[in-house]
């Protein structure tokens, strides 16, 4: 991920540049990120207060929510608000970021907003990320540099705020301690491996003969990246004065099926029925299209969402909001 867009933030790491207006560089051809008064991906100014009018819907999550790779108007978020009369929806999307990040975020900027409903879309790829201590980014030079990051864990069955405040300035791997340089996250499972598949372009056909997963932190409920993700959810859901709904967004391997998702859709459904937390999983419905429709569900090398993709996930969405928020 490129900072170019982004400034220090000492409890969250990072953030967008407020009131920003951009393009940035896609094979699309390219995309308009423009930031608010609080800086985040919005056409909108964003306020504490909400007009009784309306209903209002805040929702956290990282690149897949934020829009990479799209323009704000093609978001999810920007298809579910024209798609509900009578609502406005807040995006806090947060490139790069875990569920820890965001947690983080909604207790600086969003804990104290006036809204009907607060989602909260993991990224089921996020439950690697909250175990990293560390991220590679590029800087301005396009230099790959580490940056530490917060984090939590889990000491005697309560979470603990680690790396806060975040270190502000970029690290050498070669300065870190042993321990922690396996903390860094280095963005996927067996690089130098996929890199070679990749090139090969043989990619979906060895997930499927390999029976690939991509999230082996899924395959039991007491994994201690679980631990901490579900940690931070039950947390999260205790701050919140409204109505709280968790999404599990599907990687594009459980979408086109050449991954099984039945170990992460397993603990999100135990997280609703040990928890007592309204989880909404979208699969079902994205399996609906056909595996044309799927594949054009993400760029041709960019794995973030199209407009079809973000269409797709909002037309699942919007029964279920409907339905919290009436």
């Excluded at 004065?241 to 391997?253: D, G, R």
């Excluded at 099984?260 to 397993?266: L, T």
């Excluded at 090398?301 to 279920?320: F, M, N, Q, R, Y």
Aim: aromatic content about 12%; hydrophobic content about 35%; some cysteine.
């Amino acid at each position: 991920m490129n900072r170019q867009l982004f400034q220090y933030h000492p409890s969250i790491g990072y953030k967008f540049i407020s009131n920003l207006k951009t393009r940035i560089q896609h094979e699309t051809g390219g995309y308009l990120v423009r930031t608010n008064n609080w800086g985040f991906r919005s056409e909108i100014d964003f306020n504490k207060t909400k007009d009784p009018a309306k209903k209002r819907v805040c929702i956290f999550g990282d690149s897949f929510t934020a829009g990479d790779g799209v323009s704000n108007k093609f978001r999810f978020s920007d298809v579910i608000e024209q798609s509900i009369p009578g609502i406005e929806v807040y995006n806090f999307g947060l490139p790069g970021s875990g569920t820890d990040q965001q947690f983080l975020l909604f207790q600086e900027f969003g804990k104290d907003v006036e809204c009907d409903l607060v989602i909260l879309v993991v990224l089921v790829e996020n439950i690697r990320r909250i175990k990293s201590h560390y991220r590679y980014y590029f800087n301005e030079a396009g230099e790959k540099v580490i940056y530490q990051k917060p984090y939590f864990d889990i000491k005697d069955g309560k979470l603990e705020l680690f790396n806060n405040p975040v270190e502000s300035q970029p690290l050498k791997l070669e300065d870190l301690p042993e321990s922690e340089k396996e903390k860094v996250d280095t963005g996927g499972r067996f690089g130098m491996a996929r890199s070679i598949v990749n090139a090969l372009g043989l990619k979906e056909l060895t997930q499927k003969i390999t029976k690939y997963q991509p999230v082996p932190e899924y395959n039991a409920a007491n994994t201690p990246e679980w631990l901490v993700m579900q940690g931070i959810i039950k947390e999260w859901s205790s701050m919140v004065n409204t109505k709280f709904l968790v999404v599990p967004l599907p990687l594009y391997q459980f979408i086109e099926e050449t991954s099984d998702p039945k170990s992460y859709q397993a603990r999100f459904h135990e997280l609703h029925g040990e928890l007592g937390i309204d989880v909404f999983d979208p699969l079902d419905d994205l399996l609906k299209y056909t595996m044309e429709e799927r594949r054009n569900f993400r760029h041709k090398t960019d794995v973030h969402p199209t407009p079809e993709g973000h269409k797709a996930i909002a037309k699942s969405l919007v029964p279920e909001i409907q339905g919290l928020i009436k």
